[in-house]
């Protein structure tokens, strides 16, 4: 097996609050390969943006306590700052949900996108822009040669995040972390965005973990996903066998929620009862189990690991790995 | 403009005939510019659109941002004056009704937003957001507006004691709950559903959708259900219009539109969906859509979507294309439809 591009290993980030520690990262681990596009999904609050963050060292005010995040071997989280900055960009880049707030008002597009080839490679103005005109064109953007000159506030939010996606890619990093990256867009400019990361994801052989709330979105994106719960890792594998066979009771009951295009018939939708829980005052033992439709004694009492179940997959649950299978009306 | 003064319904109104009937329908919104802001050009939100809905359905609509849908939603109840066109409720015009007669027109309609965070006023009681509107239409007094205000948090499902309590206390989805309550106070008929799971979490929105069904069928309620989200609306409708820059372009029930979509527009979007089934996924046609949006300020003459159309001809731009019928409930505005 070749070795992973990044690994997240037991990572713990945790946030200070008024109301107690609030642990947004609990012990995630997983792994990107080289050129694939691993799905990290969950609703809001389970830790998938945190985890991004913390991949980046952008946690703040966030604090790392522990775990590592290697990327090529080389492990992040003792990086100084001054070499996390070559690492970010060069290596990493990041791409957010709302490119209306990522880009700055006040510089020309052009002048942004290449920023990060003068900073990383130390190519001159010229060269930078020539490189970052080049880039827009790539993603899609029309003329891009006079758009390079244009501010923000002059592209559609479609328009902005292909430019932020063409920021990221300048210095052809080796992984892209796209955090909803469509979500604040229509459905029709979300297509031609996801169709775009698909085309840089061929072109360029980035490896990309897509964020997102959107089980459609990995469904169509993603090899292998990773479904988040309160801050843990509660299933992750092949994105078809997840998604025919979910082995976690939260990824089952989500499946079973969400209306579907394709539906033949009317059915009331399969809604899982209460809410996401407050991060500050977690449920003893499995996060999951007040709302858990399969859960049995333990489950209130100790905390699941995610452990091999099934051929492809790993699941957080006392019991599907005891072997039950999820099923029911 | 004529100036009504209340007056009973004009004549007898049957479920037989529609309960909302839209016509050439059309809200525009003044654009100002220069030194003096003189109007210098108008936003067509909603540019002549029809439309019938049903007693005890539930009408979807669907679209992208800007393209008009709140605005239809919010002149259809009169929250926003039309330009041209008429409203009809119950068989009887409302497009210019004012004073006691509006007054009581909103005993009859509800809404329902989008922001459960932003709709609610934090200073307020969950009791007297509910109330309020018991108060301004003088439903119930005293021990039996407190009677009304627990009985209607019981029925979207909340525990009446929550009415002493404040909005921040509720997470996101019992926040719309409240919304609801607010909404259902005033034992309205019809009510205009504004994205009211856009906001929600994924696994809360089932909840909601839920909540909704169930409500219709016991107090028969008629939805305009408003949403981006073609799946979710595709579930909750009888019927689903499909809106762009201010005009209708396809209606039909929603399970024949996702079969059989008529206008390019609807073919475009549908495919543009993702479904959360990976194997479906890799087998499914892609029809991505080039550009944006066109202005609402100067929409592109003859059908509005060309611009973006794989199958605009030169007549597209010549003239504008009316809705045809493709059989019983089925609609589309497009010279060159899908087969």
Known sequence: MTQPLLEVQDLHTVFATRDGTVKAVDGVSFELLAGETLGVVGESGCGKSVTALSIMRLQRPGRIVSGRVLLKGQDLTRMSEYEMREVRGREIAMIFQDPMTSLNPVYRVGWQVAEPTRLHHGWDKKRAMQSAINMLGKVGIPAPESRARDYPHQFSGGMRQRVMIAMGLTTTPEVLIADEPTTALDVTIQAQILELLRHVNREFGTATILITHNLGVVAGMCKRVVVMYAGRIVEAGPTKDVFAHPKHPYTWSLLRSIPRLDAEQHEPLKPIEGMPPNLVDLPSGCSFHPRCAFKVERCARDVPALLQVGESQRAACWVTQAGTELQGA | ?339
């Open chain 2, 1 to 339: 403009m004529p100036e009504l003064a209340a007056k009973p319904l004009k004549r007898a109104w049957t479920t037989a005939e529609p309960l909302v009937s839209v016509s050439d329908l059309k809200v525009w919104f003044p654009v100002s510019s220069g030194v003096m802001q003189r109007t210098t050009g108008h936003v067509h939100a909603v540019d002549g659109v029809d439309l019938e809905i049903k007693a005890g359905e539930t009408v979807g609509l669907v679209g992208e941002s800007g393209c008009g849908k709140s605005t239809l939603g919010r002149a259809v109840i009169r929250l926003l004056e039309p330009t041209g066109g008429t409203v009809s409720f119950k068989g009887e015009e409302i497009t210019h009704i004012r004073g006691e007669h509006l007054r009581a027109l909103r005993r009859d309609m509800a809404m329902i937003f989008q922001d459960p965070y932003a709709s609610l006023d934090p200073r307020q009681t969950v009791g007297d957001i509910i109330g309020e509107p018991i108060d301004v239409h003088r439903l119930a007094k005293g021990k039996q507006r407190q009677e009304r205000i627990r009985e209607l948090l019981r029925v979207v499902g909340m525990n009446p004691r929550y009415a002493d309590r404040y909005p921040h206390e509720f997470s996101g989805g019992q926040r719309q709950r409240i919304g609801i309550a607010r909404a259902l106070a005033v034992e309205p008929t019809f009510i205009i559903c504004d994205e009211p799971i856009s906001a929600l979490d994924v696994s809360i929105q089932a909840q909601i959708i839920n909540l909704l069904e169930a409500l219709q069928a016991k107090f028969k309620l008629t939805y305009l259900f408003i949403a981006h989200d073609l799946s979710v609306v595709k579930h909750i409708s009888n019927r689903v219009a499909v809106m762009y820059l201010g005009k209708i372009m396809e209606v039909a029930p929603g399970r024949q539109l996702y079969q059989r979509p008529r206008h390019p527009y609807t073919g475009s979007l549908l495919s543009a969906i993702p479904i959360p089934d990976p194997t479906i996924e890799l087998q499914r046609e892609r029809m991505i859509l080039q550009g944006d949006v066109a202005s609402p300020v100067n929409p592109p003459s003859g059908c509005r979507f060309r611009t973006r159309c794989p199958r605009a001809r030169e007549h597209c731009a010549e003239e504008v294309p009316p809705l045809e019928s493709y059989g019983a409930e089925h609609k589309a505005a497009c010279f060159y439809p899908l087969d």
